[in-house]
């Protein structure tokens, strides 16, 4: 399996960005990482396979970042609105094939990671 993220960018505060993650096989379980330099990766939202269920790392995101999937193309986004400076990070599209999409530890399969800079 491979992940390719796309969308990240410099944005002001208030700002919105969709992050993309094209998927190549089948996993269960894929879920979006933000990493802040010298911290652990941490898990932001992940989502099911083929039903679609929604995970969030804690309620103050949901309300600002939606995750969801296009299964046709095989792609999963992290859309973000009203974007903080606290947002900024490297964010990656990690993936596993357990049946717990909420249990941060089992992503094992990562992406390369793109840039989200909130001034």
């Known amino acids: 399996v491979q992940l390719v993220e796309s969308g990240g960018g410099s944005v002001q505060a208030g700002a919105s960005l969709r992050l993309s993650c094209a998927v190549s096989?089948?996993?269960?379980?894929v879920a979006w990482f933000r990493q802040v330099a010298g911290k652990a990766r941490l898990g932001v939202a992940s989502?099911?396979?083929?039903?679609?269920?929604?995970?969030y790392r804690d309620d103050s995101l949901k309300g600002r970042f939606t995750i969801s999937r296009d299964s046709a193309k095989n792609t999963v986004f992290l859309e973000m609105y009203g974007l903080e400076p606290g947002d900024t990070g490297m964010y990656y599209c990690?993936?596993?094939?357990?049946?717990?999409?909420?249990?941060?530890?089992?992503?094992?399969?990562w992406g390369q990671g793109t840039q989200v800079t909130v001034s």
């Open positions: 989502i099911s396979s083929p039903v679609g269920t929604t995970y």
């Open positions: 990690a993936a596993h094939s357990g049946t717990l999409c909420s249990d941060w530890t089992r992503y094992r399969t």
């Open positions: 096989g089948y996993r269960h379980c």
